[in-house]
């Protein structure tokens, strides 16, 4: 059974604060993503990454990085947090499938609800 | 520019009746059609998918079904259940990636 976590659930930060999500999962899926889900606009992609050490950005990329230190970890940083990244964050993996990447479904965590004051 | 959409908001339906969700999108590159769940609180789980040179894929209570001339894609639930109240998305790619571009999602509401 696929299992991706995240670090909180909610957490509360200031503007301007420096903001580490973290994300785990424990299926050695290649791929790996961070979305966000606001009202109205669904989820929208901020960056994936297909390996160790490799990122790619993904629709909204603004205000945000990544690091991929390690397979199972893949961690979202806002450098310096704003009250419009208040928001819930999904983080989700998958496998990379070499012959059929039709067949690709993402796992996805419970969330994390930010909010930035 | 969304290019997976889900023009319906919200959708109420009675228990055992059908539900019908609907799905546009405009990028003629995406072969591969997903349908994921989300309840309140929860990551979203994924529910059924077609691939573009099917018409139809059915599981259990959940069908969906693809018009790629129209590129319109619907879900169709049935018979509904209570348990069934979450937001849906539909989601598209390429096939050349495993990047996913999601609608916008339709909460469905079952009631007794």
């Known amino acids: 059974d696929v299992k991706v976590t995240q670090s909180s659930r909610y957490l509360v930060k200031r503007t301007g604060e420096k903001v580490f999500l973290e994300c785990v999962q424990d299926?050695?899926?290649?791929?790996m993503f961070w979305y966000r889900q606001d009202p109205g606009l669904g989820l929208r992609l901020i960056y994936f990454?297909?390996?160790?050490?490799?990122?790619e950005k993904g629709d909204i990329p603004e205000g945000y990085s990544v690091s991929r230190e390690k397979k199972e970890r893949f961690s979202l940083i806002l450098e310096s947090a704003s009250t419009n990244q208040t928001s819930m964050y999904l983080c989700?993996?998958?496998?990379?499938?070499?012959?059929?990447?039709?067949?690709?479904?993402?796992?996805f965590g419970p969330g994390t609800r930010l909010t930035v004051l | 520019d969304q290019q997976v959409k889900q023009n319906s908001p919200s959708l109420s339906v009675q228990e055992g009746r059908i539900s019908i969700l609907n799905c546009d999108y405009t990028?003629?590159?995406?072969?591969?059609f997903l349908w994921y769940k989300k309840y309140p609180a929860e990551g979203p789980t994924f529910l059924i998918s077609?691939?573009?040179?099917?018409d139809k894929n059915e599981d259990g209570r959940f069908t969906v079904f693809l018009n790629k001339s129209a590129k319109h894609l619907s879900l169709h639930i049935v018979p509904s259940q209570p348990g069934d109240s979450a937001v849906y998305f539909c989601?598209?790619?390429?096939?050349?990636?495993?990047?996913?571009?999601f609608g916008t999602g339709t909460r469905l509401q079952v009631t007794l």
């Open positions: 989700a993996s998958s496998r990379l499938l070499a012959a059929d990447f039709n067949t690709d479904t993402q796992y």
């Open positions: 299926m050695d899926h290649e791929n």
């Open positions: 990454s297909y390996d160790v050490k490799m990122k």
């Open positions: 990028n003629s590159m995406f072969d591969y």
């Open positions: 077609i691939s573009s040179i099917k």
């Open positions: 989601a598209a790619n390429t096939g050349t990636a495993s990047k996913l571009t």
